[in-house]
């Protein structure tokens, strides 16, 4: 019923720059939290950034070069990536916490294919 498409991974030299990107479709009432994860080979998926009405979070090792964004009308979440670092290459996946318009009351969660990023460097 919702799906989650990313797009804007690939390959980049240390210390450019990559802006990913995130579109939520379907039978959406609202969304609510939407993240960034990545998962590096032979290593657990770990939280990037957040988004919330609250606020923003991120990873520390992130702090300072990655921003995460959002455009409520689109559905649609941003990773905007600068200065990265061969140890940032990864797969990277959207995560939504959504409400359908079938059961507004509850909450699903649900996840995006992937986009891999690769620094190089």
């Known amino acids: 019923q919702v799906r989650l498409v990313e797009s804007g991974g690939g390959l980049v030299q240390s210390g450019g720059s990559l802006r990913l990107s995130c579109a939520a479709s379907?039978?959406?009432?609202?969304?609510?939290?939407m993240r960034w994860y990545r998962q590096a080979p032979g290593k657990q998926r770990e939280l990037v950034a957040s988004?919330?009405?609250?606020?923003?979070t991120y990873a520390d090792s992130v702090k300072g070069r990655f921003t995460i964004s959002r455009d409520g009308a689109k559905n649609t979440v941003y990773l905007q990536m600068n200065s990265l670092k061969p140890e940032d290459t990864a797969v990277y996946y959207c995560?939504?916490?959504?409400?359908?318009?079938?059961?507004?009351?509850?909450?699903?969660?649900?996840w995006g294919q992937g986009t891999q990023v690769t620094v190089s460097a």
């Open positions: 995560y939504a916490d959504v409400k359908i318009l079938a059961a507004t009351d509850l909450t699903f969660h649900y």
């Open positions: 379907g039978s959406i009432f609202s969304i609510d939290d």
């Open positions: 988004i919330t009405s609250g606020g923003r």
